[in-house]
């Protein structure tokens, strides 16, 4: 009984082969498209007699921003320009997802209350504001702040030295003194403090089983530092207040009313879908959870922090990362209403330069580096959080 | 045994008045500790400061058909900024005369999306009432034939071309998605690195560059010549975004289905093609109906930005009818208007995915 021949198989119906055949037949036809696009569009730049390349970054920009954060002038170069609209980006992604977060945080608990008024009116919030476009919601702040809001001569007064009106949100700051610049290192130096006392008060309690009260060590810490360090370097109170002068308000710190409109956009529409996450999250912790906590006699606030907040968190970070990276995206969409924002900038650019391909390119490249690195540090969080199964 | 009587009980004795009725519900639901109670009266203090002042505004002192000129001195909301304009707001540059045929195309789409709503009419002959739909929607938008005046797409605006671009987007997007999400799970390097390339990219970009690529970028990758209609590549924008999220969710899908299905799939036989269709698909995508509904809706959102790149869908038109200065005040009407119509839609879908949910669950 010899064994039968290797039946032969022809190559399109080996399973191996074809999928070899496929996949370069597929890479064939992306190829020959990317060199059609491409021969396209050198023939048409060459045709346009549109410069290409990078090296307007260095020419002058020739146009003015509204608000930066480093100085800026029209003799800048168009690669100022753009670090100036990025850094507006930051600014504005940073601070609506500080503000985004808290407030989300607790229209999602408000929505578990068992006070039923609270948890409807929190479900009612996150039903509107999930499901109007957040580029509406811009138009309507803008415009709330350029019809509705008063003018600066008759501008709402709150409390003292904050005055709401068209021209935005413009109140009292504390008089430039150097205690100030020491104030914000010793905040610093008490975190790294902080850091450093509860890694050491973990590893105490793990050996001996003593608890520290590290919450108010903490807090003493980051509030007591620089308040100290403020009573030392003679306790400045002077305070630099604006005061209505023609037209418009002098001194004081002014927030524009593009900034303020795009930011309670994005903060308004974000934190109705960070509800909604912290919501799910706080839900998938079963309630034997907390009973299980309480009978091993933890305190509320040791079940909170020990048991409950790490097996939410689990479930929280990663839809919550990525409502942080939706809402970066969106703050693209102060285009529309005048900040000067990267894409704003850029688009400010490929308007004067014609160099559209260049541009659109950098707007892509922005964006896609701040996803990978929030997708690079959502991996090794994850990694660090992840389930430790025996 | 006598003499021990037992008087029949004459009166239940009812649960106290405070634990029943409107004032048990109250003392359950509002005031069941200190701080709930704290919370219902400051809530309750702070809605009385809002509401009757809203309503005063919205309903007691508007004005609801009058000019522009009265409105101005009036206190409250001035509707008539609405029925004034309703028919740019809605019809955009459509030829005035012409403007019962989106109407016609808008009713005709409504009427399918509801008769489709019952799932015992999910059958072959609403495919083609679709397809006859469809033509017969793109036939009254354009014109041309039968006696209707034709009307060039650059004069399509306001609502029928936010539905327009909506609903193409989501019917080219989600089969698109889930090719992209099978790719992504295939065992073809070439494929899946080309499939991860793209989704990633797409996803990591907003959709204004995108948009910005189609209206501006793109005429420069075509032949000299050749031009695309500027609504079609902001439609063409609009599908590869949001496929890219509709495989992301497809993807998730066809993670949570076991490994057994695909090997009893095999083991019947069946080829990848057939597995696919009659064994995974099926399964997989009942269980992303909520996060795919979702995505569908961020996409008929998402249609608004098309204002950027200057296409008159509802958003524009209400924009160009606030930069008229008789109107210019009433900003706030106005984008509520439009707010309430995506708002309408919105909870339609997200109203209808629940449902359809709760029918699809066979408890596995």
Not at chain 1, 258 to 283: K, M
Not at chain 2, 89 to 113: C, N
């Amino acid at each position: 009984m010899g064994t039968p021949p290797p039946a032969t198989v022809p190559f399109y119906n080996d399973p191996k082969k074809r999928s070899i055949l496929f996949q370069l037949l597929t890479l064939l036809m992306v190829g020959l498209l990317a060199f059609y696009l491409i021969s396209n569009t050198l023939a048409n730049v060459e045709k346009q007699s549109i410069a290409t390349g990078f090296g307007f970054l260095e020419k002058e920009a020739a146009f003015e921003i509204g608000e930066s954060a480093l100085s800026y002038s029209a003799a800048d170069t168009y690669g100022r320009a753009l670090v100036v609209g990025f850094l507006n980006t930051l600014i504005v992604s940073l601070v609506g997802i500080i503000i985004t977060v808290i407030l989300g945080t607790l229209i999602g608990i408000a929505r578990l209350s068992s006070n039923w008024l609270v948890s409807k009116l929190a479900a009612a919030y996150i039903e509107v504001f999930q499901d109007i476009p957040v580029l509406l919601q811009l138009f309507f702040w803008y415009a709330f702040f350029y019809n509705v809001l008063p003018s600066p001569r008759q501008a709402i007064h709150p409390i003292m030295g904050v005055f709401l009106s068209n021209r935005g949100l413009v109140f009292a700051v504390p008089e430039t003194h150097p205690v100030y610049k020491y104030m914000g290192i010793s905040v610093i130096v008490a975190c790294v403090v902080v850091y450093f006392l509860r890694r050491w008060a973990r590893q105490r309690q793990a050996r001996t089983g003593q608890p520290f009260p590290i919450f108010r060590a903490s807090l003493a810490l980051v509030v007591g530092l620089p308040l100290a360090t403020w009573a030392a370097g003679g306790a400045p109170t002077a305070m630099n207040v604006p005061v209505l002068k023609g037209f418009n308000f002098i001194g004081g710190a002014n927030i524009s009313p593009e900034f303020t409109a795009l930011l309670l956009g994005l903060i308004f529409y974000t934190a109705a879908f960070v509800a909604e996450v912290v919501r799910a999250g706080i839900q998938s912790v079963s309630k034997g959870q907390t009973e299980a906590a309480k009978s091993l006699g933890l305190r509320p606030s040791q079940v909170l922090n020990l048991v409950i907040l790490p097996q939410a968190l689990r479930v929280i970070i990663p839809p919550m990362t990525s409502q942080m990276l939706n809402l970066t995206k969106n703050s693209s969409l102060a285009v529309a209403i005048g900040y000067p924002d990267f894409v704003s900038v850029a688009g400010t650019t490929i308007n004067q330069t014609g160099q559209a391909i260049e541009g659109v390119a950098l707007m892509m490249i922005v964006y896609l580096t701040l996803s990978l690195l929030t997708s690079a540090f959502m991996n090794w969080y994850n990694k660090k959080m992840a389930l430790v199964e025996r | 045994m006598a003499g021990t009587d037992i008087k029949p009980i004459k009166e239940v004795i009812k649960p106290p008045a405070t634990s029943v009725g409107a004032l048990g519900w109250m003392r359950a639901n509002l005031f069941n500790n200190w701080f709930n109670s704290v919370l219902t009266l400051f809530t309750l203090y702070t809605l009385s400061k809002i509401v009757p002042a809203f309503i005063r505004w919205a309903f007691i002192d508007s004005q609801w058909l009058s000019t522009g000129e009265a409105c101005k001195g009036a206190d409250g909301a001035c509707w008539s900024i609405i029925p004034a304009n309703i028919r740019f707001i809605i019809f955009g540059f459509f030829p005035y005369e012409s403007q019962w045929r989106p109407l016609v195309a808008m009713v005709l789409l409504i009427g399918l999306l509801f008769y489709s709503r019952n799932r015992d009419h999910w059958k072959k002959s609403l495919t083609y009432a679709w397809g006859a739909g469809l033509i017969i929607m793109g036939l009254l938008m354009k014109g041309g034939i039968l006696g209707l005046a034709a009307v060039e797409s650059t004069q399509w605006g306001g609502l029928p071309l936010t539905l327009l671009l909506s609903v193409f987007g989501l019917a080219a997007a989600y089969p698109l998605g889930v090719v992209l999400a099978l790719g992504r799970a295939s065992r073809m390097k070439a494929i899946k690195v080309l499939c991860i390339v793209y989704i990633e990219m797409i996803r990591g970009v907003p959709l204004i560059t995108l948009l910005f690529m189609s209206s501006i970028v793109f005429p420069l990758f075509l032949p000299e010549g050749v031009t695309v209609n500027v609504i079609l590549r902001a439609q063409v924008a609009i599908i590869m975004f949001t496929a890219a999220y509709i495989a992301e969710v497809v993807r998730g899908g066809l993670q949570g289905m076991a490994k057994g299905q695909y090997e009893a799939a095999e083991s019947l036989g069946l080829n990848y093609y057939q597995t696919m269709r009659l064994v995974i698909l099926p399964q997989a995508l009942r269980i992303v109906i909520p996060p795919t509904v979702s995505q569908l809706i961020s996409a008929l959102k998402d249609t608004s930005l098309v204002v950027i790149i200057a296409l008159y869908d509802l958003l524009k038109t209400t924009q160009s009818v606030l930069s008229n200065p008789t109107w210019m005040a009433f900003s706030s009407e106005a984008y509520i208007f439009v707010a309430l119509i995506y708002f309408g839609c919105c909870y339609f879908m997200s109203s209808y995915s629940r449902r359809l949910e709760k029918e699809l669950d066979r408890g596995f």
